[in-house]
């Protein structure tokens, strides 16, 4: 059921953390991966990795930002391995944080383009590319913060991320016609180098407010993006999945 036998999938920001962790799980399912982030080094290793563990990758580096790597991306899956099945759109940042009396207009811009046009671009290539194949699984990366949750200082983040499960909503009725699956993914903190803490103490204050009392190892969130990817989440559409060890819910 979460085989990912015969799919073919591209996963956004696998240089790193969660989409590193869900390119590996995908391809240990049996999905031939594009994967796609800035760093060529860090997808050349995760490259090596899958193939050495007998599955399919190919990279391709650039920015998510840049409209004519969304339709590179979509054109690699079509001509490499024949179509698109799956688009985790994960690459993402929290950008520049603090008061919004501080936030300059151009750092409120990059954070909104790294985590929302960002997916605007990605999803205007691959929906028509997942049509064509009969439909397919759409999933993007949001975040509790600016949806369950409001964290001073994380406007920008906040807006774009929450805008995502609104781009989600609006796919998934627009394309569920055709078979398109489109749903969001809500982690909570987890252990990728985006989570860093200045101290020891700080960590442990995040880890308690979430209900588990930890965060969560990338991992655990490629999990859930797996079961959104297969065809276990085959009548789960236009969602917004948590996987945020009950922070939205805690209040100890
Ligand atoms: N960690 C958490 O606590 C947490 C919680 C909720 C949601 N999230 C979300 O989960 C997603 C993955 O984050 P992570 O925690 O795994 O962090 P991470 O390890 O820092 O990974 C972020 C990934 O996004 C890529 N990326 C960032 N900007 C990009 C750009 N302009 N173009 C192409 N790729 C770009 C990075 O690759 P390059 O630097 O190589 O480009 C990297 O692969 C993000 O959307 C994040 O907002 C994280």
Redesign the pocket.
Known sequence: MFALANKIAIV??????????SAKLFAEEGAKVIV????QA??DTLVAEIEDNDGAAIAL??????EA?AKALVDLAVEKFGGLDIAFN?????GRMGPISDLPLEGWRKTL???LT?AFLGAKYQVPAMIERGGGSLIF?????GHTVGMPGMTS?AAS?AGLIGLTQVLAAEYGPKGVRVNAL??????????TFKTPESRVFVEGLHALKR??M?EE?ARSALYLASDASSFTTGAALFA?GGVSINRT
């Open positions: 956004t920001g696998a240089s790193s953390g969660i989409g590193r962790a796609a982030a800035r760093r860090e997808l580096a650039g920015d998510v930002r840049d790597y994960n690459a993402g940042a929290v383009d790294t985590n960002s990366t949001s975040t509790f913060v983040y991320k809500l982690p909570g903190g987890t252990d990728t180098p985006a989570a965060i969560a990338p969130i945020d």
